[in-house]
């Protein structure tokens, strides 16, 4: 569920996620709604925010009176609210946890650009003169040396090739 709303939010939104607190006796009684479902401590709902791409920004804890349909007790509910936010917060019945929406920039994926190296297949003009010392053995001759073009050299007995 909390993908789906990290998918309608706008970037930089901000969501109020209120969740039973695992310590706390709201969690434990059945006759509060908080008493079924799934409690959570505040290490874990802020694991999860973070898991689903939220960053909590704040929390804070709610409802320190305990469950009770006695009608005493609920009178003084705003007295219980002081003195279990002063001497009990990390048993509060309700954890409240503000969280922002995480968009991040992605990088940007260059293609390597692959080079080819090709041997060549003909000699460039001016680069025929001095090769006979370089491997071209006995069998070697150029073509057109007599008339002072270079052209391609070539071994005795090989076949010239074409260009594909």
């Known amino acids: 569920?909390?993908?789906e709303v990290w998918r309608v939010l706008v970037p930089g939104g901000r969501i109020l996620v209120v969740v039973p607190?695992?310590?706390?006796?709201?969690?434990?009684?059945?006759?509060s709604p908080f008493?079924?479902?799934?409690?959570?401590?505040?290490?874990q709902i802020e694991a999860l925010l973070r898991d689903c791409q939220f960053e909590p920004r704040g929390s804070g804890e709610a409802l320190f009176m305990p469950?009770?349909?006695?009608?005493?007790?609920l009178r003084g509910a705003r007295t219980w609210e002081g003195i279990g936010r002063r001497l009990w917060p990390a048993f509060a019945g309700l954890l409240v946890v503000e969280a922002e929406k995480q968009v991040y920039r992605g990088n940007l994926v260059r293609e390597e650009r692959v080079t080819r190296s090709f041997r060549p297949l003909f000699i460039p003009d001016g680069a025929t003169t001095g090769l006979s010392g370089h491997g071209?053995?006995?069998?070697?001759?150029?073509?057109?040396?007599?008339?002072?073009?270079?052209?391609p050299v070539r071994r005795s007995g090989s076949t010239p090739t074409t260009a594909r």
């Open 1 to 3: 569920m909390l993908r």
């Open 21 to 31: 607190n695992r310590r706390g006796l709201w969690a434990r009684s059945e006759i």
């Open 136 to 151: 071209l053995g006995s069998g070697a001759t150029r073509r057109g040396s007599a008339s002072g073009e270079t052209g």
């Open 67 to 73: 469950p009770t349909r006695s009608r005493l007790l």
């Open 35 to 43: 008493g079924y479902g799934r409690p959570y401590s505040r290490r």
